[in-house]
C-alpha cells in the first residue's frame, strides 16, 4: 500500500498553498478594457452579425429544403437601443396524435434505457432523465391543452436570438471577470476570448435554425424541450468548455 | 397567480445572484488578493499537548495505514497520545487496533464503544471527557497524514482565542475514474479558493470534522460534541463562532483521503452531507443571526454558508416555476428566458462551487490537464442537485415529522483489505 510520504511526494507542492498570480496594473487593465472594447465592437458590429445569422439561417433552410422567410424585425435590445434581428417565418402545428404517441413511446423508451445503463454512467442516466422530464412537460400540455400552446417557431427563434445575442454580451465580461485575472499572458487572454466569442457567434445562429427545422418536422410539442434543455445551457457549455480550455495553457511565468 | 410565481422566480433569481455574487468574490480574493497565513512557519512556541482521536467503524481496510502514519508523525511523543475510537466494529478493526498498539506501548491507547448511540459525533463525546490533553485533533480512519502535519495543524492554538483549525483535504485515489477526478477538481474548489478565501477575508473559514483540530477548553465551553446532529464538524464549527472563538485554516497543512469511487457511493455521501448541514441549519441559524459576538459579514457569510445544501430544491424550485410561466404566461417568453437563464447560468457550474472558484483553484494549483474536465462539471452537478434535493425532500418530508434519528453512513473504502 502506498505511504503517506510516498503519496506526500506525489501530490504536495509546497508552494501550492501559498500560490497567488502576480498582478500588474496593466494585468487589472487589460481584463477591464478588453471586455469592453470586445462588447463595445459587438455593439457596433450588431448590424452585420445579426446580418451574417440572418445569412446562416437562409442557408439552412435551403439546405433542406424548405421555403421559409427570413426577415429582420426591429427589436429594443435596451430603451436606448434598436437591433434589427433575424427572424424565421416557419410554420409548425402542435402535434398530431401519431406524432404525440411517438413522442410519449420515445420518452417511454428513453426512461426504459436509462434502467439499463450501468452505475458507471450514472450521470448519463440523470442527463437522459432530465431532458425526459422536460418533454413529458410538453406531452402533458399537448394532452390537456392542444390547441392553447402559446408560442410558435418565430417566437422560439426570437427568443433565442435574443438570448443568444444576450449571452454573447456577456462572454466578454464574464470572462474578463473570470479568466483575465488569471495568470497568462494578454494575448492568450485575447485569443481565448475571441475564439469564444467567434464560436458563438456562429454556433449560436446554426443551434437556433436547426432547433426550428426539427420543430417544423417534428410540431410544435419540441419547442419546450429545445428553449429549456437547449438554449442557454448549451450557450453556458461553451463557456465553461473554452474557459477550461483556456484554464489548461502554460501560464505566463511561476506564481508568487 | 403568474404574478406571484414571477414574483418568486424573482426571489430565487436573486438569491442565487448572492451566491454568484460571493464566490466570484472569492476567487478574486483568493487570486488578486492578499493572502492571510498568519500562522505559517511558526517554530518557536511551545507544543500544546495533542490527543489524535480516530474514530473507526468496521475500519480494518484502512485503520492500519492511518495507524501508522499517525505514528510517523513528526511530534513530541510525550506530548502527543493517539486514540483510536473503535465504535461497535464489527470486523477486524479492534484486533488491529489492539495489535498496533501493543507493538507501541504508551503511544496508542484504544478506546472500544461497544454500545452506545452510533456514529461518529456520538463516539467522540464518548471519548473526550477522558481526555487531558490541550488539543483534539481529529482523522477519519482512512486518511494519512505526512509527518510534517501536526506541527503546522496545531501551530494556530498559540493563538488563545483560537478554537479550532482546519488543513486541506486532498484526494489520494484521484486517478482512478471521472468521478475521482470531478471530486478532485470539487475538492481543490472548496479549499484552495473557498475555504482560504474566507480565511483572507476574516469570514467563517470551517473545520470539518477531519485534518482538524478543537481546543479543548474551547470544546467545554460550548457544550461539548452534539451526538444528535450528523454533521459534528458544522455545527461546532458554529456554536465555537457565537462563543467568540475563531476558527483558522491552514492551507498548507494537506492530508490524503480516498474519495469515493463510484457514483452509488457519492450520492449516499453527499446525501449525508446535506441532511446532516441542513440539520445544524435549522439549529443554528436563528442563533447565528441574533449572535452579538459575531459582526454583519460573518452572520451573512456563515448564513450562506449554512443555506448552501438549500440551493439544490431550490434551483428545481426555479426550474419548475420557470417552465410553468413558460406554458403559461405568453407576453413573457423573454423574461423568462432571462430567468431561465440566470437559473440555468449558475446551475451549470457545480453544486456550491462556481466553475470559476474550481478553474482559479485548479490554475494555482498546476494541474493544467485536469481542468479540462470542467465542462462535464454540468452532468456531474446533476446528480448532486437531484441527490440533494432528494436527501432535503425526504429530510423535510418524513425524518422531522416522523422524528426520525439520522443515521450516520460511513463511506466506501477502496483500498485492499488487511494492507497495512
Keep these: ?256 | 397567480m403568474i404574478l406571484l410565481l414571477q414574483l418568486v422566480l424573482v426571489g430565487i433569481m436573486g438569491i442565487l445572484a448572492l451566491y454568484v455574487g460571493r464566490h466570484f468574490s472569492f476567487t478574486w480574493n483568493r487570486v488578486l488578493g492578499d493572502q492571510r497565513f498568519p500562522y505559517m512557519g511558526f517554530g518557536d512556541f511551545e507544543l500544546p499537548t495533542v490527543t489524535i482521536l480516530v474514530p473507526a467503524h468496521n475500519e480494518e481496510a484502512v485503520i492500519a495505514g492511518s495507524l501508522m502514519a499517525l505514528l510517523e508523525l513528526d511530534y513530541p511523543a510525550d506530548r502527543c497520545l493517539i486514540v483510536p475510537v473503535n465504535d461497535r466494529s464489527r470486523d477486524r478493526t479492534r484486533e488491529i487496533i489492539d495489535g498496533i498498539a501493543k507493538e507501541h506501548p504508551g503511544r496508542i491507547r484504544p478506546f472500544h464503544r461497544e454500545t452506545g448511540r452510533p456514529g461518529k459525533a456520538a463516539a467522540l463525546r464518548d471519548i473526550t471527557p477522558a481526555l487531558a490533553s490541550e488539543v483534539i485533533i481529529v482523522f477519519d480512519a482512512d486518511y494519512l497524514p505526512v509527518p510534517g502535519l501536526l506541527r503546522n495543524l496545531v501551530a494556530p492554538f498559540c493563538d488563545p482565542e483560537v478554537g479550532a483549525v482546519m488543513g486541506r483535504v486532498v484526494p489520494m485515489n484521484v486517478s482512478r475514474n471521472l468521478l475521482t477526478r470531478m471530486l478532485d477538481l470539487e475538492r481543490s474548489g472548496g479549499y484552495q479558493v473557498d475555504q482560504q478565501a474566507r480565511m483572507n477575508l476574516g469570514l467563517i473559514p470551517q473545520y470539518g470534522g477531519t485534518v482538524g483540530g478543537v481546543r479543548r477548553s474551547a470544546l467545554e465551553e460550548i457544550g461539548g460534541w452534539d451526538d444528535s446532529i450528523l454533521a459534528e464538524d458544522t455545527d461546532v464549527t458554529f456554536r465555537l463562532y457565537m462563543k467568540g472563538w475563531s476558527v483558522v485554516y491552514q492551507n498548507g497543512c494537506e492530508c490524503y483521503e480516498e474519495v469515493p469511487e463510484t457514483w452509488k457511493v457519492r450520492e449516499r455521501q453527499i446525501m449525508r452531507w446535506a441532511k446532516g448541514h441542513n440539520h445544524v441549519m435549522f439549529r443554528q441559524l436563528g442563533n447565528l443571526l441574533r449572535s452579538r459576538m459575531l459582526p454583519f459579514w460573518k452572520k451573512l457569510d456563515g448564513a450562506l454558508l449554512l443555506g448552501i445544501y438549500m440551493l439544490s430544491p431550490v434551483t428545481i424550485l426555479g426550474w419548475v416555476i420557470a417552465v410553468f410561466l413558460f406554458y403559461a404566461n405568453h407576453n413573457h417568453l423573454t423574461s423568462s428566458a432571462v430567468a431561465l437563464f440566470s437559473i440555468l447560468a449558475f446551475s451549470s457550474v457545480g453544486n456550491f462551487a462556481l466553475f470559476f472558484e474550481i478553474g482559479a483553484a485548479v490554475h494555482l494549483d498546476g494541474y493544467r490537464n485536469r481542468v479540462r474536465l470542467l465542462p462535464l462539471g454540468l452532468i456531474y452537478f446533476l446528480v448532486s442537485l437531484f441527490s440533494v434535493s432528494r436527501a432535503i425532500c425526504a429530510q423535510l418530508l418524513i425524518d422531522f415529522p416522523t422524528r426520525r434519528k439520522l443515521v450516520w453512513h460511513k463511506t466506501a473504502r477502496y483500498r485492499p483489505r488487511g494492507a497495512s
Design chain 1, 1 to 256: 500500500m502506498e505511504s503517506a510520504k510516498s503519496i506526500e511526494e506525489r501530490i504536495f507542492d509546497p508552494q501550492r498553498s501559498i500560490h497567488g498570480v502576480a498582478r500588474s496594473p496593466r494585468d487589472l487593465a487589460g481584463a477591464m478594457l478588453a471586455p469592453l472594447i470586445l462588447d463595445s465592437l459587438i455593439v457596433g458590429f450588431a448590424g452585420p452579425l445579426l446580418g451574417l445569422w440572418r445569412v446562416i439561417f437562409q442557408a439552412a433552410l435551403s439546405w433542406v429544403r424548405l421555403e421559409a422567410e427570413v426577415r429582420m424585425e426591429t427589436f429594443r435590445f435596451i430603451p436606448a437601443w434598436k437591433v434589427e434581428m433575424p427572424c424565421i417565418d416557419l410554420l409548425a402545428g402542435s402535434p398530431t396524435a401519431y406524432q404525440w404517441a411517438w413522442i410519449l413511446y420515445g420518452l417511454g423508451l428513453a426512461w426504459l434505457v436509462t434502467r439499463l445503463i450501468p452505475e458507471t454512467w450514472m450521470p448519463l442516466r440523470y442527463g437522459i432523465r432530465f431532458l425526459c422530464v422536460v418533454q413529458l412537460t410538453s406531452v402533458v400540455f399537448f394532452a390537456c391543452w392542444p390547441g392553447r400552446f402559446p408560442y410558435g417557431v418565430g417566437d422560439f427563434v426570437r427568443t433565442q436570438v435574443y438570448t443568444g445575442f444576450t449571452f454573447l454580451l456577456l462572454l466578454p465580461p464574464v470572462y474578463g471577470m473570470s479568466y483575465f485575472i488569471l495568470d497568462f499572458s494578454l494575448s492568450r487572454k485575447l485569443t481565448l476570448l475571441l475564439l469564444a466569442v467567434a464560436y458563438t457567434a456562429v454556433a449560436a445562429p446554426v443551434q437556433i435554425v436547426t432547433c426550428a427545422i426539427l420543430t417544423h418536422f417534428g410540431s410544435l410539442a419540441l419547442i419546450p424541450l429545445f428553449y429549456l434543455a437547449f438554449g442557454p445551457l448549451v450557450y453556458v457549455s461553451w463557456m465553461v468548455a473554452f474557459y477550461s480550455w483556456g484554464v489548461s495553457w502554460r501560464p505566463r511565468r511561476a506564481a508568487t
